[in-house]
């Protein structure tokens, strides 16, 4: 086909009669808004428009508000973070012109950005935009890396209080537990010398030295029959000892302790036997504490007691030698009343004895005879005189019980009153007056009456209520008190 043939087809329409396919981007019909027209944009290839970020804050106001709501200073952050304050005063300024270089300054926010919990890679790119840089520049970390900081404990006055209360309330309760226990425990007591119980020493031997251990402070008392008690004080360390004295034979100690604070005393003793074995068969060494020679008595119930080292028993027995100085005449030639008889008894551990003679009025022998186990004896003598005045009476019951009323020179007496008293079978009351005593009885038959040391024996045979009155001199009369 010719170019003539060309130029007389229409415009657009090829050969064939085909209409050939616009190479001209179509246009749209003005006032397409909104969506459709950014599609139409699209469909032409044309670029959208970048979107409007929204206003943030500087980079170094941001930094400043993470650090204030995490709650800490730039000191502490210094600390934490271990990157100088004034470079971290810096950051949050925006003044980068007082970092040490762009690469130190990357490193510092990224460290910084971890430390306070901001995106480190959000934090550079805002630093980088504020910087005005368009390229990614490769990260440079500072040599020295940091890993997020360990929760650290801050510890505030509150907690130390709580803590310091909670141990002080401990110390307390363990001191008044402490306090509490020893108050309700006595003290103990224990002897370490001797090591046994029972021990014998040299026949030479006259003390020995006790010790031993119980609380700190206590006071120790060791007690002996027939001896003062003897006390000493523990020591700080509970450690305590003490001297006593050693005689013939068997020495008992029973020792106590008494806690000074709490008043308590150890419930069971801690009891030694010391035996001081006999030597060679010797006597018994004998002293008398009463009677004194040539004492006088106004009664005749005359006390025997002393001291007989190495005994085993007294005996004490006693002979009339006469009247007592100033009797009547007819005394002399009276018949000489009967001697009493010797009276034995047991001499007790430490010694000690004593032997108590009913005597009438008159001058007496008193012989005291100490025999050892051996059979070895040592007497001693004494005499005394019975001199009564007035009138001494006394009523023993023996057989059954009887009701007792004394006058005593006319007087109720306070231990009887006027109404009487009961005594007991074997019981014995004593009575002495300057002229009479009177004395009524429930049973005379069971009331054993002694005056002035002489044995009168039953008041009489009858069992019904009697009196009678009992003067120095003169036989018993029957009262009109019935």
Known sequence: ?????????????????????????????????????????????ERPPAPIRPAEPPLGERLAAAREHKGVDLARAERDT?????????????????????????????????????DPDDVLRQWRRERGETEVEPIVVVPRGLD???????????????????????????????????????????????????????????????RGTTTAGATVSIETPGRETVRVAAGPDGRWSAQVELVRGRNQFDVTATDADTGKTSPTPATVYITVPFGAATAPIVSLDSPADGATFENGAIPVSGLAKGAETVTVSAAYLGPAAGA???????????????????????????APVELTTGRWTLTITARSPQGQSTTLTRTVTVAFTGVSVIVKLEGAKARITAWVDGKADPRTGASGKVIADGKSLSFAGSKTVEVRS?????????????????????????????????????????
């Open 82 to 118: 271990k990157i100088r304050m004034r470079y971290l005063a810096a950051l949050e300024r925006g003044d980068y012109r007082d970092l040490p270089g762009a690469v130190y300054t990357k490193g510092f926010l990224r460290n910084y950005a971890q430390y306070l919990g901001l």
């Open 148 to 210: 997020a900081p360990r929760p650290t404990l801050t510890i505030g006055r509150g907690t130390v209080f709580a803590v310091l209360l909670a141990a002080g309330v401990l110390l307390f309760v363990g001191y008044l537990g402490v306090q509490l226990f020893r108050f309700s425990q006595p003290p103990s007591i224990a002897v370490t010398d001797p090591l046994n119980a029972v021990i014998d020493v040299d026949p030479s031997a006259t003390a020995y030295t006790l």
């Open 442 to 482: 429930s049973d005379p038959s069971v009331t054993y009456v002694t005056v002035n040391g002489r044995d009168l024996g039953v008041m009489s045979d009858s069992t019904q209520t009697q009196s009678w009155i009992y003067a120095p001199k003169g036989d018993p009369k029957r009262s009109k008190r019935e």
């Open 1 to 45: 086909m010719s170019s003539r043939d060309d130029q007389a087809r229409p415009q657009g329409i090829g050969p064939g009669g085909l209409r050939r396919p616009s190479l001209t981007r179509p246009r749209l019909p003005a006032g397409i808004p909104g969506d459709a027209g950014r599609l139409v944009g699209r469909v032409r290839g």
């Open 328 to 354: 009547p005449a007819s005394a002399k030639n009276a018949t000489p009343p009967p001697a009493p008889k010797p009276t034995t008894v047991e001499v007790a551990a430490d010694g000690t004895f004593a």
